[in-house]
């Protein structure tokens, strides 16, 4: 009896053309972390399922993968990267030095209903800050996501920044307790629209007219022109309350670092509200210009409560997750993902049998000039061959019959035009490293 | 109520020095298969139960985190990368083109008895030539093997070579059926030596003396000299029967390539029998010279029943595995592996928080020359700064204080040496390029 060959509903596999240009992509971004002195680290895909349920919200624990191992323990595979992160470094804190800088790439589970585009097993990449409180931290972690989208050309971007003690002023200031209810709200402002949002309000947290206009009112505040007139435009607003002084303070002292470091990319708007509670300080989204329908393909903000379920020790964070498959699919949607179906630039094919072990020694010898070099592993019929280096994209084919290897020489193939001329392997080397340059 | 933060046992965090080093391994791995053109693809953590158990064997199927998902379905953790690249190539056959030549980077999951240097949760590294019977494909895995060894620099290593006809022909010769039984045993030879081989013999498969003492003589055949002078030496095998003489031929044409190759790290030796039953034809196990007591660090070898649980297509497969951990903790031991603590060649330092601002745009200016550079968040006492610098490894300290704001300049400190000197951008820039170079 056969099994069927099948993959879980909300779980998938990666084909070798997606599978490279996720790795390409992902050796880019690694790349921009590890230039800014980020450091990797990896922590387990299983965890006791206490560790991961306390700091998870009911939504996450209704979709935590659980179960109960051989040894009878409650486990549950990882939602995300920030509760591992936060158990991590409580439990590493003794060897590690502050400021820690880390970032981490893996899969995580939630069963959530499958639906298009989502899926129950994805890949976070996720960079963070522990341990410092400089606004400068939290600058960096924007200049890093504007390297990245540099790095990734994925076009015009724009970063939307905001406070948390904004909208918690806002709300002070309005008279609205539940504030974490309603940003909640607010943040579906691109989804349900003003009208949405108003009705939402009234029905759940019983916000009076007044409340509502003035709180709609706060949240499409956003700059238009540079940071300084911004700030001028909303001066006023630090007298209303000493947390929307403070929020304010903090954003003119990114402001200024921004400024200076050329990132006009970015742009405060004061309806970004990011749907985590957790988030205590400077928040910030990033879209791309001719793809805004994708949503944020980069989030983060500050943090001051990471390790507050492992241990009483207040530690600080700020950080943000680059949302890797909406990226990828953002990219080849605008056409600017590189299609590769081998790493390999030349097919290396023995005519006869006679001829493998030859060919075999040149394309070692080509790999020794960094050229990677596949051989086709039998030797059949020349146009099947060349039908499989078409469809896997080769550039070239290196071609060694019997004549070929009694006068030393290869015939050299160019898939893209047909051409094809005998030469000697240093010539072969020449022309693929000439095509390794474009 | 803290929680206290804690891994499950066999289960580990790698810290940023680990991880390093691993990614490090990696990326050198990932290179020569690529070089050679096999191509990455990723299957999910999790599938089907009944995909998983029908190839595993019981001890595998014991070991299985299997449980109920969200949806009622039996589920399990993949305990090897193996299974579900059969399930793989079953489901995608119609878009694959063969000869398939895919590698696999992956965590596994087994739920063995926790004891020192095995975890329940660990990486496998596969690369897998799918569709091809032609001995090429098997000296190309063994190519590969050796390659990696060069990049990895492990020093020298010893790729052993057999066949399954071999060990076949021979208990066929001997008139043992039980073949897996035999070969099982055979494996513990290393560990059990032969005394304890021969007392399992008898004891599990009835075997007589004499049968023993031939199994015994014909497992202790290897190659001592070159290739040619080898066969010369078993000749008299061939003629023994037709299982033997196949799989000597096989092994003659192979010896032929590895010989043109240069291979000569591989040598012949009929001991090697390789755990699973799963093997059909030549198989194969690499050894560190000065580390012998490591066990096999890359082995693998061809099968012909792949995708027999999926699909009624017969494919066959020659590939290996890298044991990375194994890799990781033997270049550890041989004191061959490069300590490194962060990527960033330089630190950053603002003496105070005026220049933090500066400091930001000229570690952007370096990183813009490909000097990875990070920069201290916060203004604090010079000294303490500099000893998170030096507890970091970085190898230089760019500092910046009032006089080299106004200045123009940067003081850099060689952490090294302790010697430091002003300077302005483009000196810096040299001096951390020299360093790169070295």
């Known amino acids: 009896m056969l099994v069927q060959a099948r993959t879980l509903s909300g779980f998938k596999d990666r084909l070798p053309q997606e599978a490279i240009a996720k790795s390409e992509l992902l050796k880019k971004i690694i790349d921009v972390f590890e230039s800014f002195g980020f450091v990797p680290i990896e922590t387990p895909h299983l965890e006791y399922a206490d560790v991961l349920i306390k700091q998870g919200s009911d939504e996450i624990q209704k979709e935590l ?42 899969n995580v589970f939630r069963g959530e209903r499958a639906q298009r585009g989502r899926y129950r097993e994805f890949t976070q990449c996720d960079f963070d800050f522990i341990g410092s409180k400089s606004i400068a931290s939290d600058s960096e972690i924007i200049q890093i996501i504007a390297e990245i989208m540099k790095k990734l050309e994925v076009g015009k971007f724009k970063i939307s920044i905001n406070h948390r003690g904004i909208l918690n002023g806002i709300c002070e200031h309005l008279g609205i307790a539940q504030v974490n209810e309603a940003l909640r709200i607010i943040d579906k402002l691109d989804k349900i629209g003003k009208e949405g949002v108003r009705e939402e309000l009234v029905k759940t947290l019983g916000l009076d007219f007044k409340q509502i206009e003035a709180l709609l009112g706060f949240v499409s505040i956003k700059q238009e022109g540079d940071f300084e007139e911004f700030f001028a435009s909303i001066a006023y607003l ?15 002292e990114l402001g200024l670092i921004l400024k200076n470091l050329d990132l006009n990319s970015c742009m405060i708007s004061f309806s970004i ?27 983060g903000g500050r943090y001051d409560y990471l390790t507050q379920t492992f241990s009483k020790e207040a530690l600080s964070g700020v950080g943000a997750s680059v949302g890797l498959d909406r990226l990828l699919a953002g990219l080849e ?6 299609i590769q179906k081998t790493k390999a630039l030349i097919l290396c094919i023995a005519m006869q049998k006679e001829q493998m072990s030859l060919v075999q020694k040149i394309a070692q010898d080509l790999r020794n000039h960094s050229i990677p070099s596949e051989v086709y592993p039998d030797s059949l019929k020349l146009s099947k061959i060349l039908s499989y280096a078409n469809s896997k994209q080769f550039s070239y084919a290196g071609i060694i ?14 898939l893209k035009t047909g051409e094809q001329e005998t030469m000697d392997l240093a010539e072969v080397i020449k022309n693929c490293q000439k095509s390794q340059n474009h």
Not at 67 to 73: L, N, P, S
């Open 65 to 106: 993968y659980a179960f109960k191992d051989h040894g009878g323990r409650d486990v549950a595979l990882r939602f995300d990267l920030t509760v591992p992160l936060a158990r991590f470094v409580s439990q590493h804190r003794h060897c590690l030095t502050l400021p820690f800088k880390r970032y981490a790439v893996g």
């Open 401 to 414: 019959g019997e004549n070929e290897a009694q006068t030393g020489k290869i015939t050299l193939k160019d």
């Open 273 to 299: 509200a990011r749907g985590l509670g957790y988030y205590t300080g400077i928040i910030y989204e990033t879209t791309l210009e001719e793809l805004p329908s994708l949503g944020s393909v980069c989030s």
């Open 238 to 252: 630090k007298d209303l309350n000493p947390t929307l002084q403070k929020a304010i303070s903090d954003l003119e």
């Open 333 to 338: 949607e605008l056409g600017k993902m590189k």
